[in-house]
Structures are given as structure tokens and as C-alpha cells.
């Protein structure tokens, strides 16, 4: 059974740092792209950032880019993402997502972990 | 970047009821689209992909249609546990996600 597990959100004052991390079990985690999704309270999905199965290609949305950086370590089995510059409307819960294909540049998400969630706020 | 735009927003239904949910992308995608369900403090859920192939473990009242730019989520005889908020998702270019339709008890 695939499972993800999300950690790292918490409470962060504008222009602060986090780093979120995604354990991933019950599959070859090093075959398969991965995403970041967001949702702010109230509000639909926003696809964040996303990284191949490798690690060799990553996007970003616009709304992220040069702030955020996605990443992984398939010897773990982890996902990360680091946020730097953080602004209110960064405030969301955070998913973690396991796409069906090993290619970043075309990521759906067939499996989701229960979320964490990021609080920008002075 | 592709846009996607579902409608309606909310949609009100009853039991038994069929519903269609519309998605447009802003330029083709071919059929790289994905339906999503959401219930509330709840992850979403992967329904169908490749805007026809159902997910495993998904009832068979749900299908899903279209290609290029015009997509359809389908529900046949609604059931009670059908009630959320229903999203669309191209991944044809990175990935977007429509504004989502939620469906509500009539």
C-alpha cells in the first residue's frame, strides 16, 4: 500500500524559512515523479512544484518560483521541499503526491498524503 | 501556462440524479486530464486519468470524456457518498487544477 507522510509545517513569520519532507512507503519511490500540491483555507488545489524520478528535472509554479526549491533523496525514500521567503498567502495545507509516470513534465497524482500545514503569519 | 476552467461551480443534486461536470483547458492537452475528488479535511482523491480511464477501485458510475480543449466528469445515479468537491487537472504541460464544482445535497 502506498503511504505518505508529510511533515515540517508549522508556524513562520513573513520572509522566514521552512523545509517540508514527505516519507514515502509501498512503492519503488525512485520510479516515479513527485509533486507538491497546496490548498489555503477555503480555497481549491494549487499544483506547486514537481520533480522527476531522478531528481534530474524540477518545475515550480509561477507563483513559487525562486522562492521555493523541490527535492528528493531516493536513498530515503523522501521528498522535500524547501520554502524560503515565505508571504501570507503561502498559508495552505501542503501535500505530498506520487505521480504515475517517472517524468515530471507531465504529473498527475494517483496516490496523497494527509496534508501538513504552513502558517505564514507575524 | 494552461488555464482550466470547470463549471459550474456548485452544482445542487439529488439522489439517483446524473450529473455532468464541465472542464475547459485554454489549448489542447490532448487527453492528458485528470478528475479529482475532495471531501472536506480530507486528501483528494484520483478518479480517472487520461480523461477516460477510470482508477482502479473507482464504481462505475463515474466516467469521464473529451480531448483537446472540452472535458466531462460524468456521475450515473448519484449516491450520498458522492457529495464533495470535484476538481479537474491537466498534465499535459506541468499541471494546473481547475477552480473545482462542488456537488451539494438538493
Known amino acids: 500500500e502506498v503511504q505518505l507522510l508529510e511533515s515540517g509545517g508549522g508556524l513562520v513569520q513573513p520572509g522566514g524559512s521552512l523545509r517540508l519532507s514527505c516519507a514515502a512507503s509501498g512503492f519503488t519511490f525512485s520510479s516515479f515523479a513527485m509533486s507538491w500540491v497546496r490548498q489555503a483555507p477555503g480555497k481549491g488545489l494549487e499544483w506547486v512544484s514537481g520533480?522527476?524520478?531522478?531528481?534530474?528535472?524540477?518545475y515550480h509554479a509561477n507563483s513559487v518560483k525562486g522562492r521555493f526549491t523541490i527535492s528528493r533523496d531516493n536513498s530515503k525514500n523522501t521528498l522535500f521541499l524547501q520554502m524560503n521567503s515565505l508571504r501570507a498567502e503561502d498559508t495552505a495545507v501542503y501535500y505530498c503526491?506520487?505521480?504515475?509516470?517517472?517524468?515530471?513534465?507531465?504529473?498527475?497524482?494517483?496516490?496523497w498524503g494527509k496534508g501538513t500545514t504552513v502558517t505564514v503569519s507575524s | 501556462d494552461i488555464q482550466m476552467t470547470q463549471s459550474p461551480s456548485t452544482l445542487s443534486a439529488s439522489v439517483g440524479d446524473r450529473v455532468t461536470i464541465t472542464c475547459r483547458a485554454s489549448q489542447s492537452i490532448s487527453s492528458w486530464l485528470a478528475w479529482y475528488q475532495q471531501k472536506p479535511g480530507k486528501a483528494p482523491k484520483l478518479l480517472i486519468h487520461?480523461?477516460?480511464s477510470l482508477e482502479s477501485g473507482v464504481p462505475s458510475r463515474f466516467s469521464g470524456s473529451g480531448s483537446g480543449t472540452e472535458f466531462t466528469l460524468t456521475i450515473n445515479s448519484l449516491q450520498p457518498d458522492d457529495f464533495a468537491i470535484y476538481y479537474c487537472?491537466?498534465?499535459?504541460?506541468?499541471?494546473?487544477f481547475g477552480g473545482g464544482t462542488k456537488v451539494e445535497i438538493k
Open positions: 520533480i522527476s524520478g531522478g531528481g534530474d528535472s524540477t
Open positions: 487520461k480523461a477516460s
Open positions: 503526491a506520487k505521480g504515475s509516470y517517472s517524468t515530471a513534465s507531465r504529473i498527475n497524482m494517483d496516490a
Open positions: 487537472q491537466q498534465y499535459n504541460s506541468y499541471s494546473a
